[in-house]
């Protein structure tokens, strides 16, 4: 039988914290106990922060972001370009736009990837939001800023055929060698899309 170093309280604040992406047992525990440690200057507004997020976090009703107000503040930002949205597949994504600062314009979040694997369908995205939005006079196009994987190009084919009869332009991200990336150590299907996508110099 394992020993046990700390109470049933600490024991479960590891768990939980070892259920956070890039955390392990040794590292939730590590940060459990740097919590304890510093309870009152970073333990007590940890807490408070996560009992505000759970209070006041809401899934904008328009686009799919997440913010303390709804519809989002990226929806309500009259300087936004309203001609274009962008799609992406998780608030991540959009959250790492904005960061980039590469647009002004409104989002829609799909909440994920087609992954017949996964048993992730049409229904349990928000494609057909997507659609309805598409259908707007003020909508004139669709950037498709999904992964270049097989899920998020599966999902970009699929989105572009039920966008046909809209009469938006559909776009999609550029797919090529990185900024500082070297093509030695680049794969293959890196290598071929940036030989099919080059442009004039």
Not at 153 to 160: E, F, G, L, P, R
Not at 175 to 196: F, M
């Amino acid at each position: 039988m394992p020993a046990v170093a700390a109470g049933p309280e600490i024991e479960r604040l590891i768990q939980l914290l070892a259920r956070l992406p890039g955390l392990g047992p040794r590292s939730a525990r590590r940060a459990a106990l740097f919590l304890i440690k510093k309870r009152e200057l970073v333990m007590a507004p940890l807490a408070a922060a996560l009992q505000t997020a759970i209070d006041k976090i809401e899934v904008c009703k328009i686009c799919g972001n997440i913010d303390t107000q709804n519809p989002c503040t990226v929806c309500t930002d009259t300087r936004r370009d309203p001609s274009a949205i962008v799609v992406v597949a998780d608030v991540a994504d959009l959250w790492a736009l904005e960061r980039a600062h590469a647009i002004n314009a409104r989002y829609h979040v799909l909440g994920g990837t087609l992954s017949p694997l996964d048993g992730v369908g049409p229904d349990d995205l928000t494609i057909d939001a997507l659609v309805k939005r598409a259908h707007d006079p003020s909508v004139h196009e669709i950037i498709l800023a999904l992964n270049a994987t097989v899920d998020g190009q599966s999902t970009a084919h699929y989105v572009t055929d039920l966008l046909h009869d809209a009469q938006v332009k559909v776009t999609r991200l550029a797919h090529g060698v990185p900024v500082g990336g070297e093509l030695d150590y680049l794969d293959e299907g890196t290598l071929a899309a940036a030989i099919r996508s080059r442009t004039p110099f």
